[in-house]
């Protein structure tokens, strides 16, 4: 079992070639991830500068990236649990220019903490639980509720936070005791 796959061929002029790629394109985005993370801090921080969004796309939603480098930036939260200050600094910047605090689709709350989560951090879990206010899960990925349900499980502030749906919070929580 490799990481590589060829398939083979035969091409209009009855020669033979193959076609090599990964069998999945997760496989790559770890692999970039990965080596992001062994480029000295300082030019981990240049490099996430210069591809991460941080802003809203054409839909309204708040994206940290588009979808090229959404993958690779969470695989290298979750290996270097955030551990580098400027990208930390970089994904936090949003939260100091928006009131908008409700973990729900599209907003930078969600987006930044699903990074945190990833990072398993448990001091920017808590760092980043102090800034959320409520909860709309009804429109949320399975990798934002899973996320959620991590930060909740972690949390000191979840007296604060009123959740929106309770039906589906008895989901999240099972997802988070599986994970």
């Not at 080596?35 to 054409?58: I, M, S």
């Amino acid at each position: 079992f490799g990481l590589m796959n060829c398939i083979s061929y035969r091409s209009a002029f009855g020669g033979v070639t193959g076609s090599y790629h990964f069998l999945h394109r997760t496989v790559q985005e770890f692999l970039a991830a990965c080596a992001v993370k062994q480029l000295p801090a300082e030019e981990q921080g240049k490099f996430w500068k210069e591809r991460l969004v941080l802003g809203y796309n054409t839909e309204g939603d708040f994206v940290l990236s588009d979808s090229n480098y959404e993958m690779p930036f969470l695989f290298f939260c979750g290996i270097g649990g955030l551990e580098n200050d400027a990208v930390r600094d970089l994904l936090f910047e949003p939260l100091a220019f928006t009131n908008d605090r409700r973990f729900a689709r599209g907003t930078p709350f969600t987006e930044i903490a699903t990074a945190v989560a990833e990072s398993r951090n448990e001091e920017l879990c808590q760092r980043v639980m102090e800034y959320c206010s409520d909860a709309d899960i009804s429109f949320l990925s399975s990798q934002q509720l899973s996320s959620l349900a991590y930060l909740m499980t972690i949390s000191r502030h979840i007296k604060q936070l009123s959740v929106r749906n309770p039906v589906e919070i008895f989901w999240l929580f099972y997802d988070a005791k599986r994970t």
